[in-house]
């Protein structure tokens, strides 16, 4: 049996035991983790001292430098999010639905964790904080496997996390930790469907394409938000120049920012200077075609790549249409089927666009920003998909679950 | 642009039409399909005996060319099915979930249809109709590759399933069929994720293993079922032995009959002569080790590899264990997570045979034979999954939708 065989295998008896924890041992577990993470902040912050040299000598880009670098404040944070996710309520053994029937058989449908989860991510140690802590509650044992980067972090954020759940006799293996961290053993560790139940890719567009084209495990894609707003030609122009500005530069690097506008040509006189003046101000680089730039003239031109890009930056594409149907068609080619809104005051309008865009979120006079699992009052959040089985749009706890049907009889046969 | 790909466009096209449409027209067009098949039973009857006589010269075994064949009657039925689909409630649109926030965000989660479904199935005329039928009613587009031997039925069928459709002004596309049965053109079909969103195989385990292995277009695992009775220490054996016949004999070829006993030390040498006399009395032969020998000599010796079988025949495993511990440890070793059951009058171990049996269905004193979806209720069946992801269990209209957020607001911004 090799190295990943071996963590699968005692990932998965892990799962057993965690499957049938009760609520009050899953959440003593986790703030015991959480307390052990507090109490030994100056050992993990020497550990991620070494990543962070190790980083910086390689060259790392100054922005990745700072996700990857770890301050006692931040292993704070770390700990109090654990602690947060104890005091959600517990999604296991939830009955979803009950079914009696005629026969007298009594069927319920009961929430279940999936089992093992792999998560794979990039050089930030607060994902390994934070996936445990969800996937624990949820009741699955989780493998991890970080950038190897932050090797040194994670390795000693799970050694204390593991200190804590020991507190409460809870077997170790239910955090594993990849640290063969080649490109190779990552590949396979995407194809153990036998131990592992899903895979979460958390990071950019890179490492989602990647591990999609290499996974055999289902994987739940997540992240990527080219997100439209459409400046109907009733809007309030005021609002939609406040959303724009809020959903384009509240955050820039963030999947649920606006990348690109299309506004009706019956306002586009009106609302384009007006959108301009705003983002120019922050300075916001826009791009359009011809008949944008004709209104406002420091506009840049726009290839067709423009239309697709998440920028993820202080830019943004702008493109006119004739009509609703227009906007409809153009935004359901170019999106990636995050997050999209319209600012209009008709209703009518509105419900179309509501109903016929196909993206997990669509918004009606509000900013895209809102696509979060706390905004949405879910509690936590373990990603936001854009793919439409299991689960779409931002995912709380329950995406962590599957569930099983519970069949209670007194000899019922069938005929 | 290929064929496959022209076939692709075509599906994602008509389903944009399909997820608009209101339940009304939707059922029209369901009955106006029955109607077109039942009128035109004749010409379907031509098409279907030259994909017999085609498979008798090529030697198809008996069984196989049963369910290739179509008569008046089977047609009739097939039809009357697409009527019964039309009197189930439309899943789209459906508000799952209404959350109001502080902020006066109005967030409604509503059921959509996922898109275009890809069906992969054996030499089966009847599964052509019925698939088409649910996948229309939840607002799918569905393209079906159904094996070579019946291709002549399908084109008849599909031929006037769009003839009637065609009466309610619906587009042909939401209907469409891989003509080219080539294994190249199957396998490519199971990897055009940009056009098709999700993937049914419906057949033997071979059919669905090489959907598994092969499709990169996420797929239901539906069907196989090696599933186990457990007669627990404290089993009514009149219970247990009738409940056991019920689900060995009552139909061999369905993947929720029994395949495996499991039986406690304690009552073994009671329940054991018993069994074996219900079931032997019905040509079924019983398989088991050494000590399941030594209480009725007529038992056969059962090799490790029985343990694990679906045999799909008149054949079952029987193992004794000394505890529900083991029954349980040995079940979720062997199982295919299908169905699964426990006979006793003790309600602790039932709880926890419920709880711990890892499978989509576990009951207590009743027979596995109920794991479908009549049986539930859904008024349907798309199949029985076996995966923890999107669905598990019995697989009804529901399993064919998504969701999508809808967030209402006026003006809100992200702070």
């Known amino acids: 049996m090799d190295y990943l065989e071996s963590l699968g295998l005692r990932a998965k008896k892990a799962s057993e035991v965690l499957a049938k924890l009760d609520p009050a041992t899953k959440n003593l577990a986790l703030r015991a983790a959480a307390e052990a993470i507090k109490k030994n ?20 880009k100054e922005s990745l430098i700072d996700r990857l670098m770890l301050t006692t404040d931040r292993i704070n944070q770390m700990a109090d999010g654990i602690i947060q996710v104890s005091a959600l309520k517990d999604p296991v053994g939830e009955v979803l639905e009950i079914i009696t029937r005629p026969n007298g058989l009594h069927i319920e449908k009961v929430a279940v964790p999936v ?3 792999g998560i794979i991510y990039e050089a930030r140690p607060n994902v390994t904080a934070d996936a445990f802590a969800l996937c624990f509650k949820s009741g699955n044992a989780v493998i991890l496997r970080g950038g190897s980067d932050a090797i040194d972090s994670n390795r000693a954020i799970v050694n204390y996390i593991r200190e804590g759940i020991q507190r409460e006799k809870l077997p170790d293996d239910v955090i594993l930790i990849v640290t063969d961290t080649s490109r190779e053993t990552a590949t396979k560790f995407m194809q153990m469907n036998e131990y592992v139940d899903l895979l979460f890719p958390r990071g950019g567009a890179g490492l989602i394409r990647s591990v999609v084209e290499n996974a055999t495990i289902p994987v739940i894609e997540t992240g990527v938000g080219n997100c439209h707003i459409y400046v109907d030609e009733t809007a309030d122009l005021d609002m939609a120049v ?31 200077p007006a959108i301009y003046e705003r983002l120019s101000s922050k300075d916001v680089e826009m791009r359009g075609a011809e008949d944008v730039r004709e209104i406002v003239s420091g506009i840049k031109d726009a290839t067709e790549e423009d239309y697709a890009r998440e920028y993820l930056g202080p830019y943004i594409s702008v493109k006119i249409v004739d009509n609703l149907d227009h906007a409809i068609e153009h935004i359901n080619q170019y999106s990636t089927h995050h997050s999209e809104a319209i600012i209009t005051e008709d209703k009518d309008n509105a419900e179309r666009f509501l109903n016929e865009i196909d993206s997990a979120c669509v918004y009606w006079n509000a900013s895209t920003r809102f696509t979060d699992g706390y905004e949405f009052g879910f509690g936590s959040e373990i990603g936001i998909s854009t793919q439409k089985l299991h689960a779409r749009g931002p995912m709380g706890l329950q995406a962590l679950t599957s569930y099983k049907y519970q069949i209670t009889g007194n000899g019922q046969i069938r005929s």
Chains 1, 2 share one sequence.
């Open 242 to 272: 406040n959303i724009i500005d809020n959903a384009k530069t509240q955050r820039y690097g963030v999947c649920n920012a606006a990348e690109s506008l299309v506004i009706h040509r019956g306002i586009a006189q009106k609302a384009i």
């Open 41 to 60: 902040s100056k050992a993990i912050l020497e550990a991620n001292a070494k990543d962070v040299a190790r980083a910086k000598e390689r060259g790392m």
């Open 115 to 117: 089992g093992v989860i």
